[in-house]
């Protein structure tokens, strides 16, 4: 079966992962209304790079008092994720006002992201 991942790091202050927690859950839960297959929210447990390389906070700029977050969304091809986001898009939920106007408890501007092909599957 070929899929498609949706694949984010980002910084989330300490103070702040009860919410990023609850909008993650919400987030989740849209997104899988809407078909995505799997929704993962992960926090770094072994901070360490052991093969060299860039750790992820490093990648995302960390500052004390943060943790990283890994999240990723699978879908079933590229085209399945479009769709997908744009049913999301019109979800009520991500338009009410109260949802929309929340403070997000990360900075949005050291979040990484991309899309990925996956070319191998065990």
Known sequence: MKSYIDGFVLPVPKKNLVAYRKLAREAGKVWRKH???DYRECLVDDPEN??????FAKLVGARPGETVAFSFIVYKSRAHRDLVNARVGKDPLM???KYKNRPIP??????AYAGFKVIVKV
């Open 35 to 37: 078909g995505a297959l």
């Open 95 to 97: 338009n009410d006002p």
């Open 50 to 55: 052991h093969w060299g390389g860039i750790p």
């Open 106 to 111: 990360f900075d949005l501007k050291r979040q």
